[in-house]
């Protein structure tokens, strides 16, 4: 099984609200990320988390805010989001973090900021 | 500076015949290569991996090929399926100690022909 799954698979909000990504894993990986999709373009890391802990921050704005509060889930708090922020956000884990560990994708979540 | 390249943004096959997708890197510190298959508003979806010491894995009706010389790898399919419709990426996982960040290819649209 290698299964990622992500809640909501859509999502609209104005720019004054706050809303979270979810995503969930049970495949025993501890190292989950976030990527930014846009169209026509390859998926952008956002975050990696390693045993929980947040190890890479790939300069992305504090408007979004990335939570592990367990092995198997990973959240993304959304709040003040500029339309350019419309993306597909995709969520994947790997065995461990490091070399030669092959990331699974989730089905992502597509935004849509108004 | 693009270090994996997808020159080809689009490829049509007939059904049943090879498709070949092509990938180029420039880094040669590069040691293990992925590609992946993604449907329009869905996450990327493994299909098949090589490390820098073979120079050819088989799955099923995936086979990769790289060639370290050229710094060059390829996806072919074979027999190609209408299902197989979708944008291929490849991406390179750096050898860099500490690094989780997939470098990934502008991605190739492949169209087979029914």
């Known amino acids: 099984d290698t299964e990622v799954t992500q809640t909501p698979k859509h999502l609209v909000m104005g720019m004054t609200n706050k809303k979270s990504l979810k995503c969930e894993q049970h495949m025993g990986h501890r190292a989950m990320y976030w990527y930014k999709q846009k169209a026509k373009k390859p998926p952008e890391l956002m975050f990696v988390?390693?045993?929980?802990?947040?190890?890479i921050n790939e300069s992305v704005p504090s408007r979004f805010s990335p939570e592990c509060p367990n092995s198997s889930l990973l959240n993304l708090h959304l709040h003040a989001l500029q339309p350019e922020d419309s993306a597909l956000y995709l969520c994947?884990?790997?065995?461990?973090?490091?070399?030669?560990?092959?990331?699974?994708f989730g089905p992502g979540t597509r935004l849509l900021v108004l | 500076d693009q270090q994996v390249k997808q020159n080809s943004p689009s490829l049509s096959v007939q059904e049943g015949r090879i498709s070949i997708l092509n990938c180029d890197y420039t880094n040669s510190m590069f040691d293990y290569f992925l590609w992946y298959k993604k449907y329009p508003a869905e996450g990327p979806t493994f299909l098949i991996s090589i490390s820098s010491i073979k120079d050819k894995n088989e799955d099923g009706r995936f086979t990769v090929f790289l060639n370290k010389s050229a710094k060059h790898l390829s996806l072919h399919i074979v027999p190609s399926q209408p299902g197989d419709s979708a944008v291929y990426f490849c991406a390179a996982d750096p050898s860099t100690s500490g690094t989780y960040k997939y470098i990934f290819g502008t991605g190739t649209r492949l169209k087979v022909l029914a």
């Open positions: 988390y390693s045993y929980e802990k947040l190890s």
């Open positions: 994947a884990s790997s065995l461990a973090p490091g070399q030669k560990e092959t990331q699974y």
